[in-house]
Structure formats: C-alpha cells, structure tokens
C-alpha cells in the first residue's frame, strides 16, 4: 500500500513539473526554443530536477550544462561528468577561466566577505559562463534556450520569491521543482543514494565566511591554492579565507549595492541560515 501511495506521489510530481515546461514552453514559443537544457550543479535539488526532466514527455530532446568555477571541490567536474555520462546524456562543461579571476580579486580587494561582492563573483563565475555557453549554441538573433533549473522556494526567504519561469533575453529560466518541499525530493530520488553518502562543491569563492583554509583539505588542489592567497593575505596585513575585518571597513558602498535575481544559479545564494 505504502509503495503505491508513493508510486502516485511521483506520478503527481512528474505531471506537476511537465505541466509548468510546457506551460513556459508554450508560453514563449513566440521565438524558436533551440534547446532545453538541464543546469545541473551536483547539488540534490538540480538531481531532482534532472530526474524529471529526463523523463519528461514535455521535452523532446534534453542537453545538460554545468559550470566549472574554477573553485569548486577537486573532482567535482568528474563527479559530474560520471553522473551524466551514466543517464547517456550529453554534458556541456562551461567555464570563464574563474579560477584566475578569483586569485586577482582577492589580491586586489582581499576575500569577500558581504552578499554585496557575491553578487559580483556570481556575475563573473557563473553569469559570464552561461553568456559564454548561449553565445556557442545561438545561430540566429532570435534563438532561445530555455534552462532547467533546482531552485526551490523553500531554500530562503530570498528565494521564495522565485518564478515558475522567467526570461531574460535569450534566456527562459524554468524553476519547475520551486513548489517541492523535501518530502517531495525524496520521493522522486533517494539523494542519499545517488551520491553515496559524498558530495562535493560547485563553487568555494567563500563569500559567506562559511569555510575555513582548513576545510579544504579533503580537495588538496583548491586547498593549495587558497592557501597560497591566504598567505598573500595575511603577509600585507589583510584578512584571510572565511575571516571577517574590522566592521568600519567596507567593500561596497550602500550606492553600488545591487540585487541578486531570485533565479541565480548559485547553490549557496541566500541560504536560511545566513538571513
């Protein structure tokens, strides 16, 4: 009884999130949708998300995209080249030489610390990669590529205000998972046994102090080089990674401040426990 009660849950699911891409499918289709692409991070949310889509009948053809930052956990880009690879999918890897901009941000300004110089990172990280992957795929001035999304609602405060779907030039941003709550996760994946009990991180830039240079080890590679900024930091008097200055310094003046949109793609935008 309980897997049947389970089996209908999913089905429920499945329709809900086919309703809501063909409803912005249909919606936009004013101008040729040359592609319907899973923006997948590794986190549980966009798994969730990319379980539905590719068993979705409201797409007839599924790519998928992830971002390589520069700065994310070793073996985080192979993690999620296995995983793709493995539901016989093709992975666009998209990248905008993150890792070298990172290390001359931090020199210039020292590690970021405020939601206001994430806004800058997420711009160049992540904002610059997927500018980099539509210029690739665009044939025609009109072309359109809608992105599949895991954000979900209940992530924040920030994010519940997060559209079905939106779009922004080229772009149609499909958040078809923002309704699910948990339970709703774990009933279409066991994310606990899709990554066996290990995950990683897409993105360390760090901006929320969460992490310290000693988190990092498990990932000698991305320890190394934030050690070595680090140290470049602490030798000219300034804070080091996941370190806060003196409250009278400021890296953004209130005038400059801009708003991160409620779609991003950042798995570490706005979470609970830093509102």
Excluded at 87 to 108: A, P, T
Excluded at 220 to 231: A, Q, W
Aim: hydrophobic fraction near 35%; charged fraction near 25%.
């Amino acid at each position: 009884m309980q897997l049947e009660l389970m089996s209908k849950s999913r089905q429920a699911l499945q329709k809900r999130f086919d309703e809501i891409v063909t409803e912005a499918l249909t919606t936009y289709n004013d101008k040729p949708i040359i592609k319907v692409v899973a923006s997948y991070s590794g986190g549980s949310d966009s798994a969730v998300m990319l379980e539905l889509a590719r068993h979705s009948r409201a797409i007839k053809q599924l790519d998928v995209m992830t971002i390589d930052t520069g700065l994310s956990s070793d073996n985080h880009i192979q993690r999620i080249k296995k995983e793709v690879n493995g539901l016989s999918l093709k992975l666009d890897i998209c990248s905008n030489n993150g890792k070298e901009w990172y290390r001359q941000q931090v020199s210039d300004n020292g590690f970021a610390y405020t939601p206001n110089i994430h806004i800058i990172y997420y711009r160049m990280l992540k904002e610059r990669a997927l500018q980099a992957y539509i210029r690739k795929h665009k044939t025609q001035r009109f072309d359109q590529i809608a992105f599949l999304t895991g954000v979900r609602r209940l992530e924040s405060a920030k994010r519940s205000r997060t559209p079905l779907y939106d779009k922004s030039g080229a772009r149609l941003f499909i958040n078809a998972i923002a309704e699910f709550n948990e339970h709703d996760k774990q009933t279409i994946l066991n994310t606990q046994t899709w990554f066996n009990g290990k995950t990683t991180e897409d993105c360390m830039c760090n901006w929320h102090c969460k992490y310290t240079v000693d988190d990092l080890k498990d990932s000698p590679k991305l320890h190394k080089f934030i050690s070595n900024l680090n140290d470049e930091m602490k030798s000219v008097g300034l804070w080091g990674y996941g370190e806060k200055p003196s409250s009278d310094l400021v890296q953004l003046e209130p005038e400059q401040q801009q708003e991160m949109p409620s779609n991003s793609l950042c798995i570490n935008c706005y979470t609970k426990e830093l509102l």
